[in-house]
Each structure stands twice: as structure tokens, then as C-alpha cells.
């Protein structure tokens, strides 16, 4: 039986407090996806900010949020609600499965490529 979830990144190749971006023709989603350390806890959101076009991949992680490089939104990492202006929309959130030094992204069905 394979194993669930796509094979992304291996732990240390996503330093504490930054995130990677995912080609979407990885994981056969609509969006890029950017995989998160924060604090040695993985997370997965749609690349792409939902204000503009920013690449939330290159924003700041603390504390469970993940901060857009552009306009400074901020979102929840964990399901990617919108915590503070100028994005007003939530971005899609994916799950990651983390097994020994492997990184895994299960992609959000409703964010999957027709
Ligand atoms: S593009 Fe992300 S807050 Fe504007």
C-alpha cells in the first residue's frame, strides 16, 4: 500500500521560522503550495495570498502565523483564517504528515486541479 500523502521535502531542507513553495504540478493542485516550520511543527497553505499575489512561501512565521511579504496579512497556519487586514479572505490549507524526517502533503481535495 503506498503511503498517504505526497513526498515534498525532507525536515532539515525547511529552516525553523520559513517555508518552501511547492510546484502545484507536484501535488495536481490549483495553487503552489508553501510548506512552513514553525518551531518544528510542519504546515501546508495555498502559495498564493488571497489579497494580491504575494508568495506567502517568502512571509514570516512565528507563533502559528504565517505574515504576507507584501502588505504584512497575517494567517493561521494551522487552517489558514485570515488574522488581520488587508487580506480579508482565508487561504486554503493542506495537510501535512510528518514520518521521521519525511514531509508529506495530503492535498485539500477542494484544491485539487480538474
Ligand atoms: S498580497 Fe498578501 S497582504 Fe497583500
Same mark, same amino acid.
Given at each position: 500500500m503506498s503511503?498517504?500523502?505526497?513526498?515534498?521535502a525532507q525536515a532539515g531542507e525547511i529552516p525553523d521560522g520559513e517555508g518552501i513553495k511547492i510546484d502545484? +504540478? $507536484?501535488?495536481?493542485?490549483?495553487?503552489? =503550495?508553501? %510548506?512552513?516550520?514553525?518551531?518544528?511543527?510542519?504546515?501546508?497553505?495555498?502559495?498564493?495570498?488571497?489579497?494580491?499575489?504575494?508568495?506567502l512561501s517568502e512571509g514570516w512565521v512565528e507563533n502559528g502565523i504565517v505574515e504576507c511579504p507584501l502588505h504584512a496579512g497575517k494567517f493561521?497556519?494551522?487552517?489558514? +483564517? $485570515?488574522?488581520?487586514?488587508?487580506?480579508? =479572505?482565508? %487561504?486554503?490549507?493542506?495537510r501535512v504528515i510528518v514520518s521521521g524526517a519525511d514531509i508529506r502533503v495530503v492535498p485539500n481535495p477542494d484544491r485539487i486541479a480538474s
Open positions: 503511503e498517504e500523502g505526497i513526498l515534498v502545484a +504540478a $507536484v501535488l495536481g493542485t490549483v495553487d503552489d =503550495v508553501a %510548506v512552513f516550520n514553525d518551531d518544528g511543527e510542519f504546515f501546508a497553505l495555498d502559495d498564493t495570498c488571497t489579497h494580491e499575489t504575494a508568495s493561521c497556519l494551522k487552517d489558514g +483564517a $485570515v488574522q488581520s487586514m488587508p487580506a480579508t =479572505v482565508d %487561504v486554503a490549507c493542506h
